[in-house]
């Protein structure tokens, strides 16, 4: 299996995810400006959408999209630790906060990078996402997990997702068991690990 990847992006999580199931693969960093790779390979000749993460499974097969990758690397692993048998209703839920995750955070927090958007706009998203966040740290003030008491693919993508926050000017602080949870889940061997390949530790 190869990973196409870029620091600190959304691809971290599978990333993180591939160390978790301790399974040998390769990564390869990808200029997301420029659209190549660190090969010099045209990115958008592998992935046409142009963006990571992207999982090479096989001879001029990918995967994309970060909840279906962290899906199809526990499922091949037969790991049910990180995430629930498929058709339980526990793996039901696990795609509820995966979804919850890419629509309701990935999507408003990343929206905050863009340098086009106007300033009303950055504060609608921000206002949204202080809904989202309340809702959130009342959530981990009951358990500390996304799933309850077990890591999951979910607090992967939860924690890179919640990371960008810092790079967008949002504070967390007002979130104490949003804080807790990141150093929670940022201990981790693999979380380590996988910050460090990208250079972010």
Same mark, same amino acid.
């Given at each position: 299996?190869?990973?196409?990847?870029?620091?600190?992006a959304?691809?971290?999580?599978?990333?993180?995810?591939?160390?978790?199931?301790?399974?040998?693969?390769?990564?390869?960093?990808?200029?997301?400006?420029?659209?190549?790779?660190?090969?010099?390979?045209?990115?958008?000749?592998?992935?046409?959408?142009?963006?990571?993460?992207?999982?090479?499974?096989?001879?001029?097969e990918?995967?994309?999209?970060?909840?279906?990758?962290?899906?199809?690397?526990v499922?091949?692993?037969?790991?049910?630790?990180?995430?629930?048998?498929?058709?339980?209703? /526990?793996? #039901?839920?696990?795609?509820?906060q995966?979804? %919850? @995750?890419?629509?309701?955070?990935? &999507?408003?927090? *990343?929206?905050?990078?863009?340098?086009?958007?106007?300033?009303?706009?950055?504060?609608?998203?921000?206002?949204?996402?202080?809904?989202?966040?309340?809702?959130?740290?009342?959530?981990?003030?009951?358990?500390?997990?996304?799933?309850? /008491?077990? #890591?999951?693919?979910?607090?992967?993508?939860? %924690? @890179?997702?919640?990371?960008?926050? &810092?790079?967008? *000017?949002?504070?967390?602080?007002?979130?104490?068991?949003?804080?807790?949870?990141?150093?929670?889940?940022?201990?981790?061997?693999?979380?380590?690990?996988?910050?460090?390949?990208?250079?972010?530790?």
């Open positions: 299996m190869k990973l196409y990847y870029a620091p600190g959304c691809s971290l999580a599978p990333h993180i995810v591939l160390n978790e199931l301790g399974q040998p693969y390769d990564i390869v960093k990808v200029d997301l400006g420029a659209k190549k790779t660190e090969t010099g390979a045209d990115f958008n000749a592998i992935n046409s959408k142009g963006y990571v993460p992207t999982l090479e499974i096989g001879a001029n990918v995967l994309t999209e970060v909840s279906t990758i962290l899906q199809y690397l499922d091949k692993a037969k790991n049910t630790d990180l995430l629930p048998a498929f058709g339980s209703m /526990d793996r #039901y839920r696990a795609m509820e995966l979804n %919850f @995750v890419a629509s309701e955070l990935h &999507k408003g927090i *990343g929206g905050l990078f863009n340098p086009a958007m106007p300033e009303d706009g950055k504060a609608a998203i921000k206002d949204r996402l202080t809904r989202r966040f309340t809702w959130l740290d009342a959530q981990l003030a009951k358990k500390p997990y996304l799933l309850g /008491d077990t #890591y999951s693919v979910a607090d992967a993508y939860a %924690f @890179v997702v919640l990371g960008w926050t &810092k790079h967008v *000017g949002i504070d967390l602080s007002p979130y104490a068991h949003i804080v807790a949870y990141m150093d929670r889940v940022g201990q981790r061997p693999a979380v380590q690990a996988a910050l460090k390949k990208e250079g972010l530790a």
